[in-house]
Nanobody, 123 residues
Framework: QVQLVESGGGLVQSGGSLRLSCAVS????????MAWYRQAPGKQRELVAD???????NYADSVKGRFTISRDNAKNTVYLQMNSLKVEDTAVYYC?????????????????WGQGTQVTVSS
């Protein structure tokens, strides 16, 4: 079993900052890519940023220069520092991770999602 637990969402004024965290727990052998997605009301879920186990990052054009993704491999935790927040950043933010978990007999792939955390940016 693998669990992703997110924290750090909330209400902030336009121009403000928030930091999201997501911890992956379970019988983890290795976590490959960790990512943040978001879904606004009436819209499809979209990739915000992702980071590989070696630290290579990728960002949506809409957040480049404002958001920073990072990870702590020892803690299997990914962070999203969000600065200069805009009203259009309002959404439920979801953490995603893939990798290998250990079972009694083998290692198997996992690709799991967190429960989501609400980020609301007011004008």
């Amino acid at each position: 079993q693998v669990q992703l637990v997110e924290s750090g969402g909330g209400l902030v004024q336009s121009g403000g900052s928030l930091r999201l965290s997501c911890a992956v727990s379970g019988n983890i052998f290795i976590v490959y890519t960790m990512a943040w997605y978001r879904q606004a009301p009436g819209k499809q879920r979209e990739l915000v940023a992702d980071i590989t186990s070696r630290g290579r990052t990728n960002y949506a054009d809409s957040v480049k220069g404002r958001f920073t993704i990072s990870r702590d491999n020892a803690k299997n935790t990914v962070y999203l520092q969000m600065n200069s927040l805009k009203v259009e950043d309002t959404a439920v933010y979801y953490c995603n991770a893939d990798g290998l978990l250990v079972t009694d007999e083998d290692k198997i792939d996992f690709d799991c999602w967190g429960q989501g955390t609400q980020v609301t940016v007011s004008s």
